[in-house]
């Protein structure tokens, strides 16, 4: 796809976003982070809209075409990717006639929607990455005078994202263990395994490991001896 119409694309998905946070900014309790992704909206148009405007005067050869469009569309999917955490947060207090006026009623959702995907997709884990892309964008040869003044503001932008208390605890996403009980009679084979931790109980011995668990022998053998 042509650069141009790929920036076209994510400065519009930005304007979407912009148009969520106007009904997500009045949750109070917000997370600092959900603060700290929108004040960082406008640099980020900002800096499109450079993008856009020396792509305009200024045709790219094919190379540079192909140095840039990575970049672009990596923006353009993370945009993508924030965009809809957003918006379903959104329709979720939507949802709930505009009762989910706290953070608190609505934080049990935004974990459902983002621990199963990752920290990455934690929405400042996700502009900080869009960040890094418009920084990468701004420091190449054919934007770079036009850009020069972006890249110490995507800096100080970058820096901002990394520090900010995180939406989510890294805790939260850490895989909590569960425990099995299972009881084998007259010298039964029993394998357990619990996340993270696995028992394996072979006609009356025991093997026990906290993670990955390998034998460096044929179980088979040592089942048929039993």
């Not at 005078?145 to 100080?156: C, D, N, V």
Request: charged share 25%; with cysteine; proline share 3%.
């Amino acid at each position: 796809m042509d650069p141009l119409s790929i920036i076209a694309s994510i400065i519009t998905i930005v304007d979407s976003i912009l148009s969520t946070y106007s009904a997500i900014r009045e949750i109070k309790g917000l997370p600092k982070a959900f603060e700290e992704v929108e004040r960082n909206l406008s640099l980020v148009r900002e800096t499109l809209e450079i993008a856009q405007r020396q792509l305009h005067y200024n045709t790219p050869s094919d190379a540079e075409k192909r140095a840039i469009e990575p970049v672009t569309k990596t923006c353009e999917s993370t945009l993508d990717e924030l965009n809809k955490i957003l918006t379903k947060i959104q329709k979720q207090k939507k949802e709930d006639n505009g009762e989910n006026k706290d953070w608190s009623s609505l934080a049990k959702f935004y974990h459902k929607v983002v621990i199963p995907m990752g920290k990455a997709h934690r929405v400042e884990t996700l502009m900080c990455s869009i960040m890094r892309s418009l920084k990468v964008l701004a420091i190449h040869q054919m934007f770079k005078a036009a850009t020069q003044s972006q890249i110490g503001k995507l800096e100080e932008a970058i820096k901002g994202l990394s520090q900010v208390e995180p939406s989510i605890p890294d805790s939260d996403f850490e895989s909590k263990g569960s425990t099995i009980n299972q009881t084998n009679n007259d010298r039964a084979n029993g394998f357990l395994c619990t996340e993270g931790t696995m028992h394996n109980i072979v006609g009356g011995n025991v093997w026990k490991a906290d993670q990955n668990m390998n034998f460096g022998m044929d179980i088979s053998k040592v089942i048929s001896q039993q």
